[in-house]
């Protein structure tokens, strides 16, 4: 039976907004924002819009793109009373949306709250120990989401994990979503485009905005919580059309595509920069590719279409590091892809990662002196973080190896488990070291120089410079949006759940594989 939405009117005789959709803040609790990644939050913004194609109202709220507090969160939810909440959790934003949910039943007790996100389907038990939390959706949450607004009970809705009678039950999984043309496009205009910019280094021109032609990823990194989940596509037609209407009726002019491995279908790839360069739009795009899905068919085919920048994980120069962490490809291979990228004039971002399980003083070297010998563009560092839904939290949780669970903590910049050959210390200054080593040579200097075609871009790189060259990057200096910082997960904990703590794969809670 549908609840009733739509034309509830309060005392006052206005409407309530249906459907309200919360993105935490994040970089609150990391280094400066100037080097992290400001734009929309995708996967609410194709939730409100599949929500207003079935005559529902949404209001999107980006706490971190609007760098708001607490006070106005409280201010917008008096404003628009909605009847449904959504939050979207990642691991590094999961504290602050405990007190978000808090604060949205106090403001709106009635309502139903419901989280979603890699993080909270991956522990729905422990998202579920805050009361305000009335359920969890594991998976794609469009569907799930109109199924919870049109349901009066959570017990027919697939996919989702709910407090019943004092126990969590956890409904089979929702069928995947194969055909994604069924989803209309991010409601982009639910949100200001001025709260956003890309990372440092990957535009060339303004505004920029991001998008998914894929989801899901046939990869098994071992620290990736994207690993083994379904891929499936959009069509080319339908992503150019977007691109269209984001060109003409927004003045998008950069578009950075999140994609986990944007070439892995590579007819799909192809046709897509085929329609797209029929088009002769003034803009530039940069994707993520591997190493292994990558050709001179390929590249030749994106930089015609605007590619400029292609961001490869490369991860390590150690090959016993690269087998552990489940992406054994050759470095020849990586050799091949960045001489192919280099051909057809197009720049390579490569993302490294260090302090992996193993990990010893002479395998971080290995992986610098590989990043040097690529003539890569940009270097990327990342300290190795086990998310929760991954492979290597599973294998640390087993070896007793977590140090905490402070998951503010959990940002690619900490260490947060037991290194077994090397200090912390000695990881932190390696960083350093290495960033200094990369980009203190003269043809990376030479590079920066040439690709400046806007002036914010000599700003960002000084600012860039500043953090990531400089000594005690990692000390967190000053705290934005203090109301978000130095809680506790654990302060929000307010019901009783019994059993265990788990923490499921993500591909296996997406199947309904649930070993407990």
Known sequence: MLRQVKGNLLRNGKKRTDLFLIYPPWAALGRDTYLQNFLPPLGILTIAAYAESKGYSAHVFDIHG???????????????????????????????????????????????????????????????????????????????????????????????????????????????????????????????????????????????????????????????????????????????DQIKNLYHNYGIRQIMFYDDTFTVLKKVCLEFCELLEKEKLDLSYVAYVRGDCFSQELAAAMKKSGCHQVLMGIETGSAEIAKKIGKPIQKERYKESVRIAHENGLEIRGSFIVGNLGETRETMEDTLKFAIDLDIDFMQLNISTPYPGTALYQELVAKGMLRHKDWNAYGQEEIVYDQLNITDQEIYKFVTYAYRKFYLRPMPILRLLKRITVPRLIRDYFVAAKLLLTPGRYVKAREKWSCWSNLKEEDFFDREVGGNEYSRLTYELRQGKFVV
């Open 66 to 240: 609007e760098r708001a507090d607490d006070l106005e969160l409280r201010r917008r939810l008096r404003l628009t009373r909605p009847r449904f909440i959504g939050i979207s959790v990642l691991t590094n934003m999961c504290v602050p949306a405990h007190k978000i949910a808090k604060i949205c039943k106090e403001e709106m007790p009635d309502c139903t709250l419901v989280v979603g996100g890699v993080h909270a389907e991956a522990m729905p038990e422990q998202m579920l120990k805050n009361s305000s939390i009335d359920c969890v959706v594991r998976g794609d949450g469009e569907k799930g989401m109109i199924s919870i607004m049109q349901e009066k009970d959570f017990k027919n809705v697939a996919g989702v994990s709910y407090f019943d009678n004092g126990k969590i039950v956890h409904n089979p999984a929702a069928k995947v979503q194969m055909d994604l043309d069924i989803y209309p496009q991010p409601a982009y205009h639910l949100v200001d485009f001025a709260n956003y910019f890309p990372p440092v280094g990957t535009y060339r021109k303004f505004p920029a905005i991001n998008m998914l032609m894929t989801r899901g990823c046939p990869g098994k990194c071992t620290f990736c919580n994207s690993a083994m989940t379904t891929l499936r596509a959009s069509s080319p037609r339908r992503i150019v």
